[in-house]
């Protein structure tokens, strides 16, 4: 093994390591956000690039996500290729108009005349009493609207690839990247995320899952924080003699089914991990791919463990009570063979 | 238009309560907190933003406020909230996560609600405008007396939302006024990066209203200025827009290093501190004794120990408590 494949890294290191070695190549390629510049992006998923790249190339913003984000979508037919970030994914409401109404339908309109290369990079998820309005996942609300590409990595290795290949995309790409994995001291993280980075440029394929762990009696399907989850659940599960087999989706938009489908008819048992709230989401779309392909591959109703239908609370026990966690998905599985 | 002296000591009191506060939150927010900085962990869990060295922008308008006015907030609103006269025992277990906390541990530090005051916040930039805008166009289409009051950071004023607000209040003429803090910086990008003016006062001509910009983080003369643009609003002459120059003490966020802020920038702040520049004012101008300004120091103490042991003493929220009271009863 050479000494770069033992090298490991945090999803903010890997994000901002992808840029660097894109803007290298690609001079259209420039960033710009709340905090991107000296303060290296409030996740640190920025710094050391205005060291490297200078001001003209990774531009604080004023807050004004409205305009800077329509601004990328005008550069980005323009011939540039703008990384932008929306600090929470919960800042979407002041500027969802540039990115559903804009970023994500002149290609369409269009008639693909015009591309939209572009990258959306914001901050997901909760479980750290940051309140109901710097803790959401959204996943669903941006995956519903058609037009753009949602990737959402669990781990570094993905993460640096996923950046390459969005930044490289013709096509707009919201990157969802889950605050508890990013490696920052102050949120505490995950440690499953941070893994062996190549330091080479390579891209991880838009819209290709992964099985992440092998089993045989159910499948556990995840992404982001929600796969390290899954993977706790299947340890303590191996100790009660069940197999289970975890799917990363790593891509929502395009989403997967074909490796879902293939691990579900595999094992028979279905449950969905989602962070972001229930109903009209995630979980409900990937129950659906399975079942109205061949209700027939299921030997038991599929489960699902989501964040209750209610905004995010504040106090520490009332958050965890809602924030699915290992132990729900065993007590997922245990209901599953009860019923 | 100067405040009497029982107003100089109101102002007084409730800058040193607010300071009192902030003090305690910052001495407890790290314990606990581990590994580092952790910021899910701890007594008092979450992001917190203080308003150290902000306090006079608060008092010197919050002093021609009733309960009846309203004000919407921001995510840095202690100073706003004592100033307006939010419970301090149910807000101080409301940023403890506790089931006797304003809303029962439901919001949190940046969405403190009291409804005896017409008290509200918002963690999202600007977004207090609109609320308060409309709160002013009810008090009109009522009848009902009263003001609106938003105050936002002198960052949120780059937001779209905050122009729609501006414009709104004013072709209405409504009883609203803004009140911007600005302290210079929005995290870690400066006023100067963000803005191509220097005083946000000056966009009050856009919407054809009064504009006013109040230097040097004084409490009198914030008084002063927002004493005249809320008899304004009162009088059913509109809306105002004042900016007041102030100092962010604290860091942006509890563990904010600030390595963006230039070198020697924050001494130079300190010497400034608005609370014993106010003490040293109020002795040199006899509106206070020595023996009175220490009575309201230890009151406001005493008032901030028995907050933070009612937060700590109050039970935490109930789990199960987080699926209620998503629709109104
Ligand atoms: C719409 C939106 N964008 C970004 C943020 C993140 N954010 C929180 S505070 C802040 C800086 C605000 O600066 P300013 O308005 O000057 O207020 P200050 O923090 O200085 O009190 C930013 C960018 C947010 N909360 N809402």
């Keep these: ?339 | 238009m100067s405040p009497t002296r029982e107003e100089q000591h109101w102002m007084y009191r409730n800058m040193v309560t607010s300071r009192r506060f902030e003090e305690a939150i910052a001495k407890i927010y790290f314990e606990g907190k581990s590994p580092a900085f952790n910021m899910a962990n701890g007594p008092i869990p979450g992001e917190m933003h203080l308003s150290d060295g902000q306090e006079p922008v608060a008092v010197g308008v919050c002093a021609h406020l009733t309960p009846e006015d309203v004000v919407t907030a921001t995510h840095r609103p202690h100073h706003q909230a004592i100033a307006k006269g939010v419970d301090l025992d149910k807000m101080a277990a409301e940023i403890f996560g506790k089931k006797t906390g304003l809303s029962g541990g439901r919001g949190g530090h940046m969405h403190l609600f009291d409804d005896d005051v017409n008290f509200a916040c918002s963690g999202i930039i600007a977004q207090g405008m609109g609320p308060a805008v409309g709160a002013a166009l009810s008090r009109k289409m009522q009848g009902k007396p009263g003001v609106a009051v938003a105050f936002v950071g002198e960052g949120a004023v780059n937001q779209g939302g905050w122009h729609e607000a501006m414009n709104l209040a004013a072709v209405w003429n409504l009883p609203f006024i803004c009140v911007v803090e600005d302290n210079g910086w929005g995290i870690s990008v400066s006023k100067e990066t963000a803005s191509s003016i220097g005083s946000h006062a000056d966009r009050a001509a856009a919407y054809g209203i009064p504009g006013k910009r109040i230097e040097g983080n004084d409490p009198y003369a914030i008084f002063e200025a927002a004493g005249e643009a809320i008899a304004r609003a009162r009088a059913g002459e509109g809306p105002s827009l004042l900016e007041c120059e102030t100092y962010r003490l604290a860091g942006h966020f509890m563990g904010d290093a600030e390595a963006y802020r230039p070198e020697g920038e924050k001494d130079a702040l300190f010497e400034k501190d608005p609370i014993p520049k106010m003490r040293e004012r109020l002795l040199a101008d006899g509106a206070a004794s020595d023996a009175e300004l220490n009575t309201i120091e230890e009151e406001s103490a005493a008032r901030v120990d028995a907050a933070i042991r009612f937060a700590r003493e109050s039970d935490d929220a109930a789990p199960e408590d987080a699926l209620t009271r998503v629709f109104a009863a």
């Design chain 1, 1 to 339: 093994m050479t000494k770069s494949n033992e090298r490991k890294l945090t999803i903010a290191r890997a994000m901002a390591e992808a840029t660097a070695q894109e803007m290298r190549i690609d001079p259209s390629v420039f960033v710009m956000g709340e905090d991107i510049g000296p303060l290296g992006g409030v996740y640190g998923n920025t710094r050391g690039l205005i060291e490297e790249f200078g001001a003209e190339r990774i531009r604080d913003t004023p807050i004004s996500e409205t305009a800077f984000i329509g601004a990328a979508v005008g550069a980005a037919q323009d011939g540039m290729r703008p990384v932008v970030e929306l600090m929470f994914v919960d800042f979407f409401g002041v500027c969802f108009d540039a990115i559903y109404n804009l970023m994500a339908k002149n290609i369409y309109f269009s008639g693909g005349n015009v591309k939209v290369p572009m990258v959306l990079m914001t901050s997901t998820g909760g479980g750290y009493s940051d309140g109901g309005q710097h803790s959401q996942c959204l996943y669903g609300t941006f995956a519903h609207l058609p037009g753009m590409k949602v990737v959402a990595p669990s781990n570094a290795y993905d993460a640096k690839g996923l950046m390459t290949a969005a930044m490289r995309d013709d096509s707009p790409v919201v990157y969802m990247y889950h605050k508890g994995l990013q490696g920052m001291g102050w949120l505490g993280t995950e440690a499953g995320a941070t893994v062996h980075v190549p330091e080479e440029p390579y891209t991880l394929e838009i819209g290709k899952a992964k099985v992440v762990r092998e089993g045989k009696d159910v499948s556990i399907v995840s992404c982001g924080m929600g796969v390290h989850n899954a993977l706790k659940a299947a340890k303590k599960l191996e100790e009660q003699g069940v197999s289970a087999e975890v799917v990363d989706l790593v891509s929502l938009v395009p989403l997967d089914r074909e490796t879902i489908r293939a691990s579900v008819a595999k094992t028979g048992r279905l449950i969905v991990v989602d962070e972001d709230y229930m109903s009209y989401g995630l979980s409900g779309e990937i129950i659906a791919s399975v079942t109205e392909h061949d209700i027939s591959v299921l030997k038991a109703a599929p489960k699902r463990v989501a964040f209750p239908d209610v905004p995010i609370p504040f106090a520490r026990v009332m958050e965890q009570f809602c924030l699915p966690n290992p132990d729900k998905i065993v007590a997922a599985w245990d209901e599953m063979q009860a019923a």
